[in-house]
């Protein structure tokens, strides 16, 4: 698939629906991929840590979750079609695989948010196949027995929900080992299936403006705000160079 190079972190060009396409073709092969799913706050974090930024170059899947990185790439003249939410997609994926056909493992959150988010789907679809549930706070010794619950169920698709840049960087670290087809970092989306945490309305979605929503619910989110500007500048006085 045709990249995006937007400050050095490699964007597959892909709509929603191209990206569920591809991730079905990963179930059936027997090598793990990784799949990211960087808004503009995870690329800029990239743009500042080399090292993070080739492990999201490394994923076989990395798509626009946030509307600020399709802003960028019409900056750069390599217009990404469509946003493409880490939610969305794990949220099509459950549909489209909510018959049992593959397996699912929950990895991430506080304490129970996992345990609640598989009893909501579960509400929705009887028949999804739910092989295994970790909360997303451990140390050393339990981060063993997690990483040997998730080898023993080998689960087709491993949701690892620990947040950036701490997800990316377990999945890299594990995924050759973990007997998982398909390792998706997808942020807080636990939070979002267990009733946590309220997705923004539609009307915002649509109009790309996700973000102030969340700002109005949550004021004390402004400073992490502050890097969406940043980010936009940056792009347009950058380009496409690493530093």
Known sequence: MEKINILGVNVDNVTMDAAVCK??????????????????????????????????NDASLVVPDGIGV????????????????????????????????????????????????????????????????????YDEEKEKLIIEDIKQKKPDILFVCLGAPKQEKWINKYKNE?????????G??????????????????????EWLYRLLKQ?????RMLALPKFGLTVLFKGKRLR
């Open 23 to 56: 991730v079905l073709d990963f179930l059936n092969e027997d090598v793990p991929h990784a799949v990211f799913t960087p808004n503009s706050e995870i690329i800029m974090s990239a743009y500042n840590d080399e090292e993070f930024c080739r492990q999201l």
């Open 70 to 137: 399709v802003y960028a790439s019409r900056i750069l003249k390599a217009p990404l079609p469509e946003r493409v939410a880490g939610f969305d997609l794990a949220t099509n994926l459950i549909k489209k695989l909510s018959g049992g056909q593959k397996s699912f493992y929950f990895f991430g959150g506080k304490p129970g948010i996992a345990e609640k988010a598989k009893e909501n789907l579960l509400s929705q679809y009887p028949s999804l196949n739910i092989c295994g549930l970790s909360d997303g706070y």
């Open 178 to 186: 973990l007997g998982a087809k398909v390792l998706m970092g997808i």
């Open 188 to 209: 807080g989306s636990l939070d979002v299936f267990a009733g946590n945490v309220e997705r923004a309305p539609q009307f915002y979605r649509n109009h790309g403006i």
């Open 219 to 223: 004021p004390s989110r402004f400073v």
